[in-house]
């Protein structure tokens, strides 16, 4: 399955690097400092442009679970949203609501700019080590709650892995059938 319908909003699942994304808006997983990284982080600025480190400089940080929007430089997408997952614990440190929020926070801050579209990578599941089965159940549940409150044509998942591909593909199968 890489489609769900919930409400207006389509929940789309795609593999493949999300700096060529054409939506609205695009999501990284940033560090709290905004300082820029390995990851899909390294990948967003390298292709992106130096502009949006300058914003990230002027704006200072991000909290965990918040997010904050730049523009999206050479990307083409007109929004730029970072957003700080949580590093993975084991699970008792409130990684959970941190995750779930960091979802929500970048849904409410792109649709407060105007997006109708958002791509998201799979936050906190590569150097923050969260496991991939649960973020991927945990972002399905979050956005499909969001999209009551937030009005999108569409919310892209890309993944990058065969097995990141494998495990939003159960999730959403598992969310189509609650
Ligand atoms: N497009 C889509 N997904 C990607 C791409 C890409 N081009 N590149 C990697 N991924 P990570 P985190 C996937 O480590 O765990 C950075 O240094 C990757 O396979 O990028 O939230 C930041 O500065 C994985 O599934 O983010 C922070 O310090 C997912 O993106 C820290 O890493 C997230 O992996 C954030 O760690």
Redesign the pocket.
């Known amino acids: 399955m890489t489609e769900l319908r919930v409400g207006n909003t389509r929940l789309t699942l795609v593999q493949?690097?999300?700096?060529v994304q054409h939506v609205d808006a695009i999501v990284n997983?940033?560090?709290a400092a905004l300082?820029?990284?390995?990851?899909?982080?390294?990948?967003?600025h390298r292709?992106g442009g130096p502009d949006i480190m300058a914003e990230c400089r002027q704006i200072g940080g991000c909290p965990t679970g918040q997010a904050v929007r730049t523009t999206a430089g050479r990307l083409p997408a007109h929004h730029l949203i970072h957003t700080?997952?949580p590093?993975w614990s084991g699970g008792s440190a409130g990684e959970p609501d941190l995750l779930a929020s960091a979802y929500r926070r970048s849904l409410q801050l792109a649709a407060a700019h105007g997006a109708r579209t958002v791509a998201f990578?799979?936050?906190?599941?590569?150097?923050?080590?969260?496991p991939?089965d649960l973020a991927a159940d945990a972002a399905l549940e979050t956005v499909t709650a969001a999209c009551s409150q937030v009005d999108l044509d569409e919310v892209r998942f890309?993944?990058?892995?065969d097995d990141?591909l494998a495990i939003y593909r159960q999730a959403m199968r598992a969310r189509a059938s609650k």
Request: proline residues 3%; charged residues 10%; hydrophobic residues 40%.
């Open positions: 493949g690097d999300i700096t997983a940033a560090n300082q820029g990284g390995g990851g899909v982080d390294g990948a967003i292709a700080v997952g590093v990578p799979s936050i906190s599941t590569g150097v923050y080590g969260y991939k890309v993944v990058f892995g990141d």
